[in-house]
């Protein structure tokens, strides 16, 4: 296995023995006991569905298994299994493993009444990402009164893979090939079972998500099989709606069948699922990461995007243009320096969903964030760079570089987010007014330079309209 950056934390799975410290809370697999620091109750590396290992890995999940006493959750779990990317803006706190869906929860420890639940979906390429960067830790929301959930997806090859013998078996009835997509369905699913005995509120959940996990939410909003599973979702530079270059089943599967051929597996060999499935999980990433994920076009392809299959996942694009979704109320934005740039898929896609939410009659509220930490001294929102603030975690990232005007820009933009999963609307006391999105003002919010946030016509529109389709 793996080492990197950080110190591994240790997986939290023993049980304790005596009085746990913390809260300790009942699931529906057993009791869990957490921490408790600066008024902020945690539970960590809580098993949400049984180790995607062994006859398990390209399965469903499966149902975790119960223990008896009082297990410690004051750890992560591991991060999903993945070579890590070194340039990450959240580099990983734990070593990668493939036993890895597990959820952490954060909550005010003194808090009576039931919580607005968000629940974060990270991004990473679907080859990289986890629970556990700390400025994804959820500390600092719980101190403004909700309940924060965050859980671990399989990525690369583990969490995207169709093979002609898997198809042949179908021991899930139709799901297939999106696991990555599975995982998160089971974890929204965890909570609206077991996130009631933490003192959240099942029927108020907000699913927040970027890049990768901002395309995680569309797909979650539009999915057959997450109805009723979240009252609420945040699209951060999520793209168009559109699928990430896996074309179906079929040609996932010859993926697959192109990947089984790299480790000398023929397609038309009886074992082939069980020589794939004794792969180790280091040859099973075999070198993908952001990095690598992009092959030349004239090389094989043997890592498959998730891909709408119609049980799992649609096209998320057209089922917002067709108003076939929940009527959920959205959040939706890119950074202004984004991938793409200015008029580029997740700039231009955001603003395009967000129109075709509106357009369906949905609350759609669409944002720019232009906000650059003072300690980067130069314009230009990147890509993920909006996380920290959104987050109110901005002091952790930039640490002893963040300055006062860092500090406010979180509070602020932190503030809208709360407001918005505890009621649906981010508009609140001393917050400048953030208006529906509608196509025909085309008015957004802009978290500008400056720190402030200034609502009015998106000074992107004309050119966005004016550019040729932006490819992804």
Known sequence: MMKFGMVALAFGGALLSGTAQGQTVATESGKVAGSTVDGIASWKGIPFAAPPVGPLRWRAPQPAARWSGVRAATDYGHDCMQLPFPSDAAPLGTTPAEDCLTVNVWKPAAAKAKLPVIVWIYGGGFVNGGASPPTYAGANLAKQGVMFVSFNYRLGRFGTFAHPQLTAQDPDRGRLGNYGYMDQLAALQWVQRNIAA???????????????????????????????????????????????????????????????????????????????????????????????????????????????????????????????????????????????????????????????????????????????????????????????????????KYGDATTARDRQAARTISAYVVNFAKTGDPNGAGLPRWPRYDRQTDALLDFTASGAAVAGKDPLGAAIDAAPAPTR
């Open 198 to 396: 933490f003192g959240g509120d099942p029927k108020n959940v907000t699913i927040v998500g970027e890049s990768a996990g901002g395309m995680s939410v569309n797909t979650m909003v539009t999915s057959p099989l997450a109805k009723g599973l979240f009252a609420r979702a945040i699209v951060m530079s999520g793209g168009d709606g559109g699928s990430r270059g896996t074309n179906g089943l079929a040609d996932a599967e010859k993926i697959g069948v192109d990947f089984a051929a790299s480790k000398s597996i023929a397609r038309d060999d009886p074992a082939a699922l069980a020589k794939l499935r004794a792969l180790s999980p280091d040859e099973v990433v075999n070198g993908l990461n952001l990095a690598a994920m992009f092959t030349p076009p004239s090389a094989v392809k043997t890592f498959a995007s998730p891909y709408a299959d119609g049980v799992v996942a649609v096209d998320a694009a057209a089922a917002y243009r067709s108003g076939a979704f929940p009527k959920v109320p959205i959040m939706i934005g890119a950074t202004d320096n984004d991938i793409g740039g200015a008029t580029g898929y997740m700039v231009a896609g955001a603003r395009q969903l967000a129109g075709a939410i509106a357009a369906a009659g949905a609350p759609a509220y669409h944002y720019r964030f232009s906000y650059v930490a003072e300690s980067i001294g130069k314009p230009g929102a990147g890509h993920a760079s909006d996380i920290p603030f959104f987050f109110d975690t901005a002091a952790i």
